[in-house]
């Protein structure tokens, strides 16, 4: 007995065949890869014109045979494998992000003119206010990314590294080279 999955990949060479190298370190065969489009709205033009706006993704399906001797092995280190990915990725976003004062740019210089123009002490006010902000959010930014150094670079190298070991030891089965 087989059993199939299809899975969405942006439609990037690159991308789809990196999608097919990891699946097939598992024992996974493609049947098919096809590109699609799936219509999303349209808009319309101030002219009377209309645009339709379209997503574009490839669509892989693969297939394995849930009757071969290194099945159920397999099977059990593709989904460590996908755990351990998803972790890493969790750490990843995790990474601070510099937070800026509203408003910023022309809007802040704008406003900053404005009230330096026409009232003095707001315009004081304001500025005090938002540089304090923003040497508030520099010095949370600072401790945020200290945190972060000190701790996940470090867990997402050694996830990587076990995600590569489990993905080796994936293709060693499938082959035959055990």
Known sequence: MK??????????????????????SFGWEVVGNQRCQEYEGQTHG?????????????????????ASPWYNEVAQIEKEYYVLNDTAKTYKSLKPVLKKPSPDGIVGFALGLMLYC???????????????????????????LADYEATYPAKIEDLNEKIAELRIRAEKLVSGNV
């Open 46 to 66: 101030i002219d009377g014109s209309t645009t339709k706006h379209y997503s574009t993704f490839n669509k892989i399906t693969f297939t394995r045979e849930k």
């Open 118 to 144: 026409f009232w003095l002490v707001p315009g004081i006010i304001y500025s005090v206010v938002r540089a304090s902000k923003k040497s508030k959010y520099k010095k949370e930014y600072v401790e945020a």
């Open 3 to 24: 059993e199939t999955k299809t899975v969405q990949v942006y439609p990037d060479d690159n991308i789809v065949n990196a999608t097919i190298s990891e699946y097939e």
